[in-house]
């Protein structure tokens, strides 16, 4: 079987690929390094947008955006349901490596084709010639789904955090859901202007949460060790429990699965910058890796720690700040002082992951745009002259954040199903994405040249994240509980089928006369 070339010898070929004679030899914020230009040729893409991050802006933004730490603190509770202490920290170490594999595979893809469309312009080049508009234009759907709700259900998590401080700091407060859709409205205001006016300073601000992600993950861990009380390590790492009534502990577990694959999903999120990125095709692949490594320790070891100082499960679950990291904070601590410090620190960390949510899923609604995969696609992808970001794209990330936040006042069981909708979406373009590399090895058919190759190491790294991928994937729909009523019965299956329906119809009717899928733009001489 013919595989691709190692790393050193792929970028050789890479190299050799390019034919800079009529290249712009110039490296600037807008045309990039010659290595973007040869990209950006081969892809049929112009370059309209402005290369302002670097490696260490970008590993940033994936940093801050998955937030890996955070949301080990803030999604915990399907996992002490699901599978208990031990469950929580064991499930996590195996999404982890599961995640990796996918992540790994996934920055070989971007290191081919550094592009802002991300995975719909994967399955478009390297799916079979058969089904690649299809598939491109099916995958190009699913990440729109997936990144427009990623938005509001960010927002809407920060907004529930700052609820739960306000319960702990006040007794009287009765928290109400339309509050919680006001509070999401003005944090998406606040993105949404971010994303306008402050645009060009995106890659510092990014540089500076990433120092304030870091910073905080001491500012938590430090007194929950020094004041905390410590359970026994034994019982944390070895208790499992069926909280969901299961009938089976393995099963729990499996269910219990939702809490770390919050804490990973989005990985592609650097990708849909690559077009802003200086030097993409080695720096992007870097950036995507190294937060995978970093994020996944830091996680790991908050999750440890929360399980060690978490007390009574039944009693955390039950807080009445709606958050069991909040409750866990203020027992350790004993302070409202204290608590209200270390969650201050949750509130803005995922603020500002609503900031890049916005960045990532406004640009992945552009490049779509492009290549006339949306209604409006002409207005959707036009960058104004000067200001060198989508703002359409942006405004439209906007208006359907706050539309989506209304469901709230009528149903939050309703609003949940949406949002969390976004999981299954990413997942599955994630699958298809890969499975085209992994259908291109099998058949011995050579790859793309890139700076950044698995080698050897593809085959069985390819084959490994489509299996865990696919887990996941059937884990999101799982429902709460084995005899769910209407109410809390996990709908998102049914919405999730619509809007694959929905694409299929409206690319048989529509799509497939304008969408020809991105591989057609591409030169073939390179």
Request: proline residues 5%.
């Amino acid at each position: 079987m013919e595989d691709v070339k190692p790393q050193v010898e792929g970028e050789a070929a890479y190299e050799a690929e390019g034919d800079y004679e009529n290249e712009d030899p110039e490296i600037s914020e807008k045309k990039g390094t010659q290595f973007d230009q040869r990209d950006m040729r081969r892809m049929g893409k112009t370059q309209q947008l402005r290369r302002n991050f670097r490696f260490l802006t970008i590993f940033g933004f994936t940093m801050v955006l998955m937030a890996t730490w955070e949301a080990s603190l803030s999604a915990n509770i399907f996992g002490l349901i699901n599978g208990g202490t031990g469950g929580l920290i064991w499930v996590y170490v195996g999404t982890f490596f599961g995640f990796f594999a996918a992540i790994v595979s996934m920055a070989e893809m971007a290191s081919m084709a550094p592009t802002t469309g991300g995975q719909y312009h994967w399955v478009s080049e390297f799916a079979p010639p058969s089904s690649q508009k299809f598939l491109s234009y099916i995958v190009g759907w699913l990440c729109v789904l997936g990144w427009q709700v990623g938005n509001t259900a960010i927002a809407f998590l920060a907004g529930q955090q700052i609820q739960g401080l306000i319960v702990l700091n006040n007794d009287s407060y009765v928290p109400h859901r339309w509050h919680t859709t006001l509070l999401v409205i003005a944090i998406m205001t606040f993105c949404q202007l971010f994303n306008t006016f402050l645009a060009r300073r995106l890659p510092l601000v990014e540089g500076i949460i990433l120092i304030l992600h870091i910073c905080g993950f001491f500012a938590i861990l430090i007194p929950l060790w020094v004041l905390g009380k410590r359970s026994n390590a034994h019982e944390v790492f070895t208790t499992f429990t069926d909280g969901g009534g299961w009938g089976s502990t393995g099963l729990s577990c499996l269910v219990g699965m939702l809490s770390p694959i919050f804490s990973f999903i989005g990985p592609d999120s650097a990708t849909h910058m690559s077009e802003e990125l200086r030097d993409a095709s080695k720096s992007l692949p870097r950036a995507m890796i190294a937060t995978a490594l970093v994020n996944g320790a830091m996680g790991f070891v908050m999750v440890v720690t929360f399980c060690m100082f978490v007390g009574d499960v039944p009693t955390i679950i039950a807080t009445p700040t709606g958050q069991p990291f909040i409750q866990v904070f203020y027992n350790v601590t004993n302070s409202k002082g204290g608590a209200s410090a270390m969650t201050a620190i949750m509130i803005t960390m995922a603020t500002f992951g609503c900031v890049t949510n916005v960045a990532t899923s406004s640009r992945q609604v552009w490049a779509f745009a492009r290549d006339q995969g949306l209604p409006f696609s002409a207005w959707l992808a036009y960058v104004r002259p000067g200001w060198d970001i989508p703002l359409n794209a942006v405004l439209v990330s906007y208006i359907f954040a706050v539309l989506l936040s209304l469901i709230n006042i009528g149903s939050t069981v309703a609003f949940n199903i949406v949002t969390s909708l976004g999981t299954g979406a990413l997942l599955s373009s994630y699958i298809v994405s890969i499975s085209c590399v992994l259908l291109k090895r099998f058949r011995g058919e050579p790859l793309l040249p890139s700076r950044y190759s698995l080698g050897w190491w593809g085959l069985p790294l390819n084959i490994f994240s489509v299996m865990f991928l696919c887990l996941a994937f059937v884990m999101t729909f799982f429902p709460p509980q084995p005899k769910p009523s209407a109410v809390v019965m996990n709908w998102n299956i049914l919405v999730y089928g619509c809007v694959v329906v929905f694409s299929i119809v409206y690319f048989v009717f529509r799509g497939r006369y304008r969408y020809v899928g991105p591989v057609e733009y591409t030169k073939k001489d390179y």
